[in-house]
DNA sequence: GTCTATAGCTTGATAGAC
DNA sequence: GTCTATCAAGCTATAGAC
């Protein structure tokens, strides 16, 4: 049993010394022997407990993938079931998907803002972004789209999902913490003010949801 | 005078290839004898032109960026013309923004698509979005943030910096076309629909910034 | 200005001892 | 399971002939 748990621990040092140099320089940023020098083992182990680099990478997304829509599907289930009649609002639903983000920072910020770094970089490759993000996010995402549908019954499909499309780059971005928010405005917003984001980031996109669900049709 | 004009053909067919590898796979996935076979030259021939590989990309960064910032304040002061007295709306400061981008793509899609997609690339990323960002693009921001400063008098600095930030990431994103919204909407939306994107994206984005403007300050 | 050739290093991945 | 040692390939960059 000894040996199995330490089996693990060293796969989850691993996972997390690659999290953190994929997600501040890229896949092809980082070299497997500077992953393996951060977790403190050999590099041949890096072998051993993968099949390749790009299958570590793999995992490194599944990880928290699983945990993060687990806890969305959650909060968005919370929601519905106190609204057993009419729909919430977009802005609740809207917080459903954000709220659990902000949770995890709170409990462990390091270890997540790395993960939201890594998928803010792979939603905005041309190479990577419409494969992987598919692939990880839009089973959650489409139950996500299905509340805003019944919230928004006016609402058109095509607007439905270029407004999520549009939410999905304001989120990723802002999630990723890059610093340009504080060049930018001489240091009155910073990109780690949650509180900041929290208070202006669901009333924003929400209206952004209305206007187009609003716009008249051609 | 001849073997000038040569050598700026050369030197640009070497950023174009440099443009379309860096955009499909980062600045770390490609090398130099990569983007040399597909420029049709040697690899030595790089290192005449320019200083490193790091040079050459920030070559390819700086050609385009002065073009789409002249062309983008262009925009904004024909629309200032057109405004002597009063105010432009949202809409139209953002579509002075985002038209240039629409009209470049017109002309010559393969080769802006190319950029876009390395600026999306480049904004999401945690080593280097904060710095590159603000390097070649936030004078410009600057003078468009005054523009919607005038047209809501009532919004907060925060607000207007914040708003900016979610509109910064949904349009890199939209304009990096990574062919997510295809997968997540079933082939209902295209990525390269661009007639889609100039319906709705202004509306979207001058909501949330309205949105913001609107809400009573804590 | 354009080539050949190569220095000096790092890469992903594996074989085999223990 | 964890090490040493190593391979073949690819990398950035430069020196020097023409």
Known sequence: MQKAVQRQQTRDRILDAAEELFAHRGYEGVSVRQIMSQAGADVS??????????????QVML???????????????????????????????????????????????????HYFQLIAQINSSSEWGGELMTRYFDPLVSRFIEALRKALPECSNEDLYWSYHFLSGALTLTFAETGRIDNLSGGVCRSSDMRAINDRMPAFLAAGFRALADKPRD
Request: without cysteine; aromatic residues 10%; charged residues 35%.
């Open 45 to 58: 182990l890096a072998y051993y407990h993968f099949k390749s680099k790009r299958d570590l990478f793999d």
């Open 63 to 113: 990880r928290k993938a699983e945990t993060l829509n687990a806890l969305r599907l959650k909060a968005l289930e919370a929601l519905e079931r106190r609204h057993p009649d009419d729909a919430p609002t977009i802005e609740e639903i809207i917080g459903a998907f954000t709220k659990p983000l902000l949770e995890l920072l709170a409990d462990n910020h390091e270890e997540w803002q």
